[in-house]
């Protein structure tokens, strides 16, 4: 018995240690960014297809794509380095030079899903975007709002924006572990899978992804840095990330991805 | 020496031939047996001690050391097991209060209990207050700047703090204690009724449990929203441990021993690990069938879902089953830290969220890292250790020379939970 205890104390010694000889390893690489971007691939790829989409660029139509987000679609003071201008970029760079791409963003300052949902029918009205990136449940975390009501407020802003005839992806909240004492993301990070799920759209799992990149230590989001260098560096990757998942999602013929 | 050091405890389902002997009741004949004086059930402790870890484990962020805790292998975690086994050791310890003294008496004493976690949860929320000001004074990251949004309560310190101490503003990670709280409150209703019938109150809890989901009661919180646990629901959990503690477990023996239990029981084990399994690797979710996928999310923490409770039923059913009550290792020298913690669980559990917050503190402002994260969490269990050993030692020191005066009443301690 005691011998066995004994080696899973070992065990775990020898699991703890691990991550730290990673850690060393990966720190080197975290100045240029498309290393820091590096990303195992079941974050980029979604079951769920965007139809809408993969029509649009096989027809060479114009691909029109609204962000609807919040205060941390951007960053302050520098609009062409958040992620949905770093996606727009980097959409340009992937799809045949023909294709023409167009970016918008709806910025829904403070407001929970409910909120932003409703004016939903009318922002689809102005304008008529091929796909909406949907970004949402940050500002509901923040209030605790209740989770199924949450869900059924993503549920109706989903179908609505459906109804409205584009294709949808969902985006959840960030990884702040600065926060995470304080702010509980789960059960909005869960219900929004609940709903992509259930729509049979894609989820762009941000709050994995920024996860993963502090967690292998590619870049360290508890620093308390005021200057924007940080927040430009991930909103960069994050948009290559997006495209990304966007043309797999989309399934664009991979001639196209090459380029 | 106090009761607490020589109460036995039935097993937790009593499959290991736990003493059918009552205690002398005064009141002829209750409806509920209590098991015999003898020595420590040191499963409970061992759960305890071992929920509190996990615990602090998982209000840290996340990190290699994550992986051992529970809630990665199925739908149930830390807090079923806290809870039930706090359930199973307060309905214990006043159940045998108040057939010894009186309902009033018993009752007097749970609240006195209820009022030491009162002052433990205010205790946490002050340190919460201090950690969120200052990191709200030094933090502009401005990748961040909507998250900071949730500083905006400070502005508003006269109803914040008014709704703290009413326990309906709760800061993440700090729900247990006000969920213990309300059950601690209700524990002097609940014993009553047991006392008179503890299957009709069983059924009572139940039916309670099912009106809760049917008609979406719950818990309003500050500044809007609910209770993360609804106590409406999870106060299943809480009757059931002290339905088991009161003879209930001693009564399912049968149904535990058998086979067929253990089988169904392994079988459901397996399946949520499976389910589990598709979080984490989302290329085996297109095994799962899309209807039961519908069927089954979202698995409700909130109100204890029905898959969560069962899940934690089949993981009692097992321990109880390959764990006996004479297992020598429970007297071996590896387990005694978990054991130790177990036996203190207030004090513990109030000192594993002041450390998950003094980790989260040391990450932020020393450095982050999966070393320093390895050595926070380690650290933090040896000091859960080291306090439960000198609070055991201070115990015993205090009751040797106390024993003359002060009168044997049941310790707290062991109904403690947190």
Same mark, same amino acid.
Request: with cysteine; charged share 20%; hydrophobic share 50%.
């Given at each position: 018995m005691k011998a066995k205890v004994l080696l899973s104390l070992i065990l775990l010694c020898g699991g703890l240690a691990a991550p730290v000889a990673r850690a060393g390893d990966a720190a080197p690489a975290a100045s240029p960014p498309p290393a820091a971007c590096e990303l195992p691939s079941y974050l980029l790829t979604s079951e769920s297809r965007l139809p809408k989409v993969a029509h649009a660029v096989k027809a060479g139509k114009p691909l029109d794509i609204l962000v609807v987000g919040s205060r941390s679609t951007t960053i302050p003071s520098s609009e062409s380095s958040s992620y949905p201008a770093r996606m727009e970029a980097n959409l340009k760079e992937?799809?045949?030079?023909?294709? *023409? *791409?167009?970016?918008?963003?709806?910025?829904?300052?403070?407001?929970?899903?409910?909120e932003a949902a409703s004016t939903f029918v009318k922002l689809m009205e102005a304008k008529t975007p091929t796909l909406v990136i949907w970004q949402t449940g940050t500002v509901d975390a923040i209030r605790s709002i209740d989770p199924d009501e949450f869900r059924s407020a993503v549920t109706d802003g989903v179908v609505a924006l459906q109804k409205a005839g584009a294709?949808?992806?969902? =985006? &959840?909240?960030?990884?702040?572990?600065?926060?995470?004492? =304080?702010?509980?993301?789960?059960?909005?990070?869960? &219900? =929004?899978?609940? *709903?992509?799920?259930?729509?049979?759209?894609?989820?762009?799992?941000?709050?994995?992804? =920024?996860r993963q990149w502090n967690d292998q230590g590619q870049f360290d989001l508890f620093s308390p840095s005021r200057g924007p260098e940080l927040a430009k560096q991930v909103h960069d990757c994050l948009g290559r990330a997006l495209a990304q998942f966007v043309i797999d999602a989309a399934h664009l013929e991979p001639a196209q991805q090459q380029n | 020496m106090t009761i607490a050091d020589q109460v036995t405890g039935s097993t937790i389902a009593g499959t290991a031939g736990a003493k059918p002997a009552g205690t002398k009741p005064r009141a002829a004949a209750p409806a509920i047996t209590l098991p015999a004086i003898g020595e420590r059930e040191l499963r409970l402790d061992l759960f305890?001690?071992?929920?509190?870890?996990?615990?602090? /484990?998982?209000?840290?962020?996340?990190?290699?050391?994550?992986w051992f805790t529970i809630r990665n292998y199925g739908f149930s975690d830390a807090t079923e097991i806290f809870i039930f086994i706090s359930g199973y050791t307060a309905a214990f310890v006043y159940g045998r209060a108040m057939l010894e003294s009186g309902v009033v008496i018993a009752t007097a004493r749970i609240l006195r209990r209820v009022w030491q976690i009162y002052v433990a949860h205010v205790f946490l929320f002050t340190i919460f207050l201090a950690e969120i000001s200052y990191v709200a004074t030094r933090f502009e990251n401005p990748l961040y700047t909507e998250e900071m949004g949730i500083m905006d309560?400070?502005?508003?310190?006269d109803i914040t703090i008014v709704q703290a101490l009413l326990l309906r503003f709760r800061p993440v990670n700090m729900d247990v204690l006000p969920l213990y709280i309300v059950l601690m409150l209700a524990l002097p209703l609940i014993l009553w009724s047991m006392k008179w019938r503890p299957d009709v109150t069983l059924g009572l809890s139940v039916v309670l449990y099912a009106v809760t989901w049917e008609y979406d009661l719950y818990f309003s919180a500050y500044p809007n929203g609910f209770w993360a646990f609804n106590p409406l629901a999870w106060q299943l959990l809480f009757v059931f441990g002290a339905?088991?503690?009161?003879?209930?477990?001693?009564?399912?023996?049968?149904i535990l021993a058998s086979p067929v239990t253990m089988w169904i029981a392994i079988a459901y084990l397996a399946a949520a690990f499976y389910v589990t399994l598709t979080w984490y690797v989302p290329q085996l979710s297109q095994f799962m069938p899309k209807r039961i996928e519908q069927w089954m999310y979202p698995i409700d923490k909130t109100d204890l879902d029905v898959l969560r409770f069962t899940h934690f039923l089949a993981l009692a059913a097992l321990t109880v089953r390959f764990l006996s009550r004479d297992w020598p290792g429970l007297k071996s020298r590896w387990l005694r830290p978990l054991i130790l913690c177990g036996q203190h669980s207030l004090e513990i559990f109030c000192l594993g969220v002041f450390l998950a917050f003094a980790g989260h503190f040391i990450?932020?402002?020393?450095?982050?890292?999966?070393?320093?994260?390895?050595? /926070?969490?380690?650290?933090?269990?040896? /000091?859960?250790?080291?306090?439960?050993?000198? /609070?055991?030692?201070?115990?015993?020191?205090?009751?040797?020379?106390?024993a003359k005066t002060k009168n044997a009443v049941g310790n707290a301690d062991l109904a403690g939970g947190g």
């Open positions: 992937k799809l045949p030079a023909s294709e *023409v *791409v167009h970016v918008s963003v709806e910025i829904q300052s403070k407001k929970t899903a409910e294709d949808v992806v969902l =985006m &959840n909240l960030q990884y702040s572990p600065r926060t995470e004492t =304080m702010i509980s993301a789960q059960p909005f990070l869960d &219900n =929004m899978r609940v *709903v992509a799920q259930e729509h049979d759209i894609p989820l762009f799992d941000r709050f994995a992804i =920024m | 305890r001690g071992l929920a509190l870890w996990l615990i602090f /484990i998982d209000h840290l962020p996340t990190s290699l050391l994550t309560f400070l502005k508003q310190p339905w088991c503690a009161l003879g209930g477990a001693r009564r399912m023996s049968r990450l932020a402002e020393v450095s982050g890292g999966a070393a320093m994260h390895a050595l /926070i969490s380690l650290s933090g269990v040896l /000091i859960m250790w080291g306090v439960a050993w000198v /609070i055991s030692w201070y115990k015993r020191v205090a009751d040797k020379s106390g």
